[in-house]
């Protein structure tokens, strides 16, 4: 399994991330407050509710820092990118939320599609998240890519493993990523050290069946996860280079996960409180279990972020 449900954890067992629940003064001298109508999405920093005097509706605030985006998503203060943007898509807003923290993103939307924008090494780039499992990724994917002129996808996240061997918070470097659904392969474009090698198998759904997950290794597959091959499929039919940037979170063989854990998070990639809630009063006992896949989600998720930052200056 790719651990949804340890990446939605820090809500809910103390192993926060420093990045969220920060207030911040709305004083707008430097205009990058944003006033919006939704809930804040998991994962923002300096967000906090405010009633509106006039209408008694609910807003939120959120501070931004780093160059502003404007209506139509460019950067203020910064020339575009004559050959596209480098993109970040995510499954999950907490695989996303380390990078924004570090490269202070400003939220947005370009087309009207909710993107996070800023800059690497005076290189623009946007970031976006799509919800979980094969449809998600393809219906985010697209809605980007029609949108954004982009120059490179960079896919990133947390993967699971399928044996014990692995270390929590090891970057894969596989050679091809397999679509479970229709066997297809697709080769991504390596921009880190190391030969690239194994099979990621993008899958519907959990693996945690022994004897599926014997098959797999057999096959050469090193890790699990549920996107990939599908925001593949989408940038080898547009001619866009991508690499994938996934990190080793948690295990398919270890039984920490099964489908009740699974559903601990939505498709969306947020996590759902009710359901957690009732698990956690049904499985007490869970509790230190549970907070270590936590611990395991945030390494892994900041170890990809790292890597992916880094793996820009090599992206021609």
Same mark, same amino acid.
């Not at 390596?190 to 069946?209: E, F, Q």
């Not at 979170?249 to 854990?261: F, I, L, P, Q, Y």
């Given at each position: 399994m790719r651990g949804g449900i340890g990446a939605q954890l820090p809500l809910v067992v103390g192993a926060r991330d420093d990045f969220a629940g920060r207030p911040v003064h709305d004083d707008r001298a430097d205009g990058n407050v944003v006033v919006l109508d939704r809930p804040p999405r998991f994962g923002e920093r300096g967000v906090h509710p405010r009633v509106d005097d006039g209408h008694g509706e609910a807003s939120y605030r959120f501070r931004c820092s780093g160059p502003r985006a404007g209506a139509s998503g460019k950067l203020e203060g910064m020339p575009a990118d004559p050959e596209g943007r480098i993109a970040f898509i995510f499954a999950m807003p907490i695989e996303l939320a380390p990078l924004v923290r570090k490269l202070s993103l400003t939220e947005t939307e370009i087309g009207? +599609?909710? /993107?996070?924008?800023?800059?690497?090494?005076?290189?623009?780039? /946007?970031a976006i998240v799509t919800g979980m499992g094969l449809e998600f990724a393809t219906a985010g994917t697209r809605r980007l890519l029609d949108a954004v002129p982009v120059?490179?996808?960079? +896919? /990133?996240?947390?993967?699971?493993?399928?044996?014990?061997?692995? !270390?929590?918070?090891?970057? +894969?470097?596989p050679e091809v +990523? /397999?679509?479970?659904?229709?066997?297809r392969e697709f080769r991504p474009?390596?921009?880190?050290?190391?030969? !690239?090698?194994?099979?990621?198998?993008? $899958?519907?759904?959990?693996?945690?069946?022994?004897?599926?997950l014997e098959a797999l290794r057999a096959q050469g597959v090193i890790s699990?996860?549920?996107?990939?091959?599908?925001?593949?499929?989408?940038?080898?039919?547009?001619?866009? !280079?991508?690499?994938?940037l996934r990190v080793i979170? #948690?295990? $398919?063989?270890?039984?920490?996960? #099964?489908?009740?854990?699974f559903r601990l998070s939505n498709m969306d990639g947020t996590p759902n409180p009710e359901a957690i809630e009732r698990y956690l009063k049904e499985h007490p006992e869970r509790v230190p279990v549970l907070a270590q896949m936590a611990n395991?989600?945030?390494?892994a998720t900041h170890t990809a972020v790292d890597a992916a930052i880094a793996a820009c200056s090599r992206i021609p």
């Open positions: 009207g +599609v909710p /993107v996070h924008t800023g800059a690497v090494n005076g290189r623009e780039i /946007v120059k490179w996808v960079l +896919v /990133v996240g947390i993967t699971g493993a399928l044996e014990s061997e692995t !270390p929590i918070g090891t970057l +894969v470097n +990523v /397999v679509n479970s659904q229709t066997g474009t390596p921009l880190i050290d190391g030969t !690239p090698a194994g099979k990621m198998w993008t $899958a519907v759904g959990m693996t945690t069946d022994a004897r599926d699990l996860d549920m996107e990939t091959a599908a925001i593949a499929d989408l940038c080898d039919t547009r001619g866009i !280079p991508w690499t994938v979170s #948690d295990r $398919a063989n270890d039984g920490t996960t #099964d489908d009740e854990v395991d989600a945030k390494l």
